[in-house]
């Protein structure tokens, strides 16, 4: 298998750190106190195991409502979740305070109260932002325990136990935050390609009635069915369900700084969730551009031999959370790409005389013999024989409507194209 080497132009970073693994964040930690453990009364409970589940990056307390019971005791608690789903535990009946936390607000320290009987009667919480958070004032209380992560950590849930009307005892679960923020879509400069087949052949017919040279641009376009597939090879323990999303339009973007000698025909089948996989066998077409230069009353035909190869195109995600600042990369790879490589002979065909009449020479009539003595060149006139008689319309190109020999000895193969025939062992 052959490497191709391409100079990618890095949308973004061109380093990337020593990424954390990202189930480092997803494991939470269980507080310990006096305050936690199997009470005699109640059952257990455990209102973080709706984000552990969870297990996406990004998720975090939206809002925490406490339930009290005539200025006494916390009856009920519930925690609404960013993306998991809502958590309850004891009587959350009637109404409730709600504490409602910003887009970037955790809570760093906790601070439960408690009476003589067990019941758990004030819970207060401080955030990052300075905000502090109560919950029972009012309510009687014999002794209270704080709880204050490690640094980097945060609230993520509560475990304890309780009863269907009282909350008996409590203690926090935390974490450290995890939130992954696209940075950058980087290709490597690597390909590897497979061996090219010839795909198609394309001709066309320029004249030139003036007396000076004339140039323009050919676009052919090359459409055909293909499967490719995009995969990931490295998620750093990150898995389709998370959601980690990639944005199409960056790929997209990433793959037009890859040099214009190689077309990718892979856009359509990016896999936009870091884990997952994505499949497509959509119709796609390649267009290439060809250069003609035609010197004054002369009449050139050109014929573009296009090359398909499948292509395998490794890439990487990096993500920042912007917590603490870690980067995190994941590998990704295009297999089965379809990769085109164009390369462009032109042939001197015939000639206009000075009233303007086109000639085709003898060895050429079978080909080109209706562009004819009859036909009156525009300046500079454009044909797709075999294709369509309107000398300036772009055309999709067909293989199976065109014959145009390979063998002709007059057509000039570039040196460039020679190799690459030999590369490919096309003979």
Known sequence: MKKKCLLITCLLFSHYATADIVSDYLTPNYNSSVYTGKSS???????????????????????????????????????????????????????????TLNGDEYVEKVRFYQKNEGSISRIRLWTNLGNELYWGSSNGWDKWNEQAFSYGRVLVGFWGTASDSKIWSISAVNAKPLTLELQDIEFEQTVNVGNAEQAFLSDNVASNSTSLDQSMQVRLTYTEGESSTDSWSSTQGVSATMGVKIGVDIKAGGFAT???????????????????????????????????????????????????????????ATYLNPWDNKTFTFKGQI??????????????????????????????????????????????????????ENPVTQDIISAKALNI???????????????????????
């Open 258 to 316: 890859v040099k214009e000698e190689w077309s990718y025909s892979v856009t359509t089948s990016f896999s936009d969730t870091v884990g997952a996989s994505s499949s497509t066998s959509d119709s796609s077409s390649t267009t290439t551009v060809a250069d003609l230069s035609v010197p004054p009353k002369s009449i050139y035909a050109m014929k573009a031999n296009v090359y398909q190869s499948n292509a395998a195109f490794p890439y990487r």
């Open 335 to 388: 297999d089965q790409a379809t990769s085109i490589r164009t390369f462009t002979q032109w042939l001197e065909i015939g000639y206009i005389d000075d009233n303007g009449n086109s000639y085709i020479y003898d060895e050429y009539q079978n080909d080109w013999g209706d562009y004819g003595i009859e036909t009156q060149s525009m300046s500079f006139a454009l044909s797709s024989n075999n294709i369509n």
């Open 405 to 427: 020999s390979l063998d002709d000895p007059n057509w000039i193969m570039s040196n460039e194209e020679i190799t690459f025939r030999n590369e490919n062992g096309i003979q």
């Open 41 to 99: 009364k109640g059952s257990d409970f455990d209102l973080s195991t709706g984000w552990t589940n969870t297990q996406k990056p990004g998720d975090k307390i939206k809002s925490i409502t406490i339930y009290s019971n005539n200025a006494e005791y916390i009856k009920g608690i519930k925690i609404d979740y960013l993306y998991s789903d809502d958590m309850t535990v004891g009587n959350v009946g009637g109404s409730g305070t709600t504490k």
